[in-house]
Each structure stands twice: as C-alpha cells, then as structure tokens.
C-alpha cells in the first residue's frame, strides 16, 4: 500500500535524533542528505553515528562536509578533530582545534582536547599551555591533576609532577597509577630506592601493570641488584613479550656475566624485530665474551648494515679483529669509523671494566694513541 505521504527531510531528521540505534541513524540521515544536502546538521549527526560505529573514515568524511557547508561553526571542527584523534592522526587534530579556537577562543573544551594531542604528538610544552588555559583559575581535579603530572615528567619538569601527584592523593586517589607516577619522579630525580617502594604499590594495586615491573626493573638495575631486575623483566615480557624487552634482559644477562643467556635473549629480540640494529650489536658482543668470533663478526656487521651511523658496533668489530686475528689493519680502520661518528667515550678503550679488555695490549701502543687523540 503507497504511503499516504512522503516523509520529508525535516521529518526524517527529527525521527533520526531520537533513533537510539547507530545504524538505523545512519539508514535514516542518509535518506535526509539525499533530499537536502546542505542540511549540515545531518551529516553531523551521521559524523556522530559513523564515530560510536568505530567507522572513522566516513565519521572525516562527514564532518568535512559539515566544514564545507559551516565554515565558521568551530564545532564543526572539534567533531572532526575528535576522530582524528581517535585514529591516531594527531597532527591534523592539532589543526582543526586551533582553528575552533580562532573561531571560539573562550570555549574550555577546545584547549583540553588539543592539550591531550599536543601531548600524543610529544609536544609536552604545547600541551602544558593549553592544560594550563583549560584550568584558568581553576582548581584541577583529581582525575585531571593524574592525567597532567606524566606530561610533567616525561619534559623532566618532577616538582610540577610531584605537586599534582600530592593533589591526586589528597583528593583520595590511592591507584596503581598515582604509584606508578610517584616512581617516575623518584625514577628522575635518582631517588631509587623510594622509586622501587612506589613502583611496588602499583604494582600491588595492580599486578599486570606492565610499566611498572620495567621502571621497577631499570630502578633496581641502577642499585645493581640485577636478580631483581631480572625478575620484573621476566614478569614484563609475559605481560608483553616485545623485542625491547628483551634486550633489556639481555642487558641484565650481561651485567651478571650470563652471555650465552643475553645471546639468547637478543635472538629473540631479532627474531621480533629483525631490522632493528641494536640486539644485532648487543649478540655480537656477548658472542664476544663466549669466543664466537664468526658469529661475532656476523651479527656486527649485520648492525652496521641495519644502521650505518651508530659508533658502538665499529668498535665491537675493532675488538673482534684484534681479539681473534691481532689483526691491527682492520681493527685501526674501524676505530677511526666510530672516531668519525663521534663516538665520545674513549677512556672506556682503555679501561678493563668497559671495552679496554678487547684492545688489551694494543690499547698501550702509541699508534693506538695517536688514532684516537689525532
């Protein structure tokens, strides 16, 4: 039976904003686009539909069209912003909230969202500003307090961090992240042993919180207690078996004179990552201490060829050169590479502890001297 009318755009609309259903929204806003597309606040509304979906794509599309039809609406642009954000593209988030703030400047919101994408973009001063601007005179909340002070650390600023930490607390906030926070900052100011004790707390509060075990290992790791470090780096790659982590316990491995176990973890950390240079350098060394010169070789000059301009791996191959051939040619030659990547640290050449053991006899030659104080 034919309708006894046909719905118009209007019609369509309102029933559309009442609509709690996602999809049948877009179904019905589509149908208004169709017959009025200039009809901005349709093509927002399916903006907001597409974006609850998770279809992000045409969420851009449709705000754009939005921009398109209200130039000078800075909503317009903030609904746009929300989802790049979303999508992770940060950068053109950034550009439309600055434009919204032209358009609105006294508008809060606009700040705070740019804030948090200045800060996802690692523009820590940027994002401190626009925080700063949200709150005007205002006092922060708890929540707000925990989400500024890790912008604070991570720009090295630890007495802002430390006073939004103490306002967190005092406002009752006793999580696994108020802790973690608190270990951040005694992390930065070389506080390590309070940095441990915060650590802990998260990780009491939370026993998956994974950041917590590598900070905790890298504090215990400064107090050279390398089993407790071992130990958080063992609970963080079940939590997260990445390739850095790894080689973080590669490195641990090291430090206790484990090489064929740092071996086995940089292989690991290659197998996750096999263009990443640094397990290449860090397996080579440690084949080093277990006379594996072939092998040595190999994973050096497999780091060189992944990354031409770090110093550290010429100096590993000098090593291997010297060590296993006393071949002064070919262990000179690579010095002078690394001299010439400024590599900085040339007293560890002659100091047993660090890398003077691999020039051992060579390193009081005054060739050897001469190379390096040219």
Known sequence: MPYA???TAAQLFAQAKTEPDP??????LTRVVNKAP????AFHY???AYRSLGRNKQAVDDYTRTIELRPKDPFRYYARALVYMDMGRNAQAVSDLTRAISLKPAYRNFYLARARAN???NKYDAAIADYKKYLGKRRTTAALALEIAPIYVKSY???DAQRLLDTAVKHGEDGADVHYWQGRVFSGQGRADEAVSAYSKAIHRDGTYAQAYRYRAGAFKDMADYPAALEDFTKLIELQPEAAYYNRRGLTYEEMGQFKKAAEDYAKAIELNPK???????RGFAKMHLKDWAGAKADLETAIKLDSTAPTPYINLAGVYWL???????????VDKALRLNFRNIESLFDEDQKGWMFKGLNQTAEFRALLYK
């Open 157 to 159: 600023r630890y007495a």
């Open 5 to 7: 009318y046909a719905q």
């Open 119 to 121: 800060a996802a973009l």
């Open 46 to 48: 399916r903006g907001d």
């Open 23 to 28: 999809a049948t929204q877009i179904k019905l």
């Open 38 to 41: 200039k009809m901005a606040d």
């Open 276 to 282: 990443w240079a640094i397990p290449y350098n860090n």
């Open 324 to 334: 296993s051939k006393k071949d002064r040619k070919n262990a000179y030659q690579n």
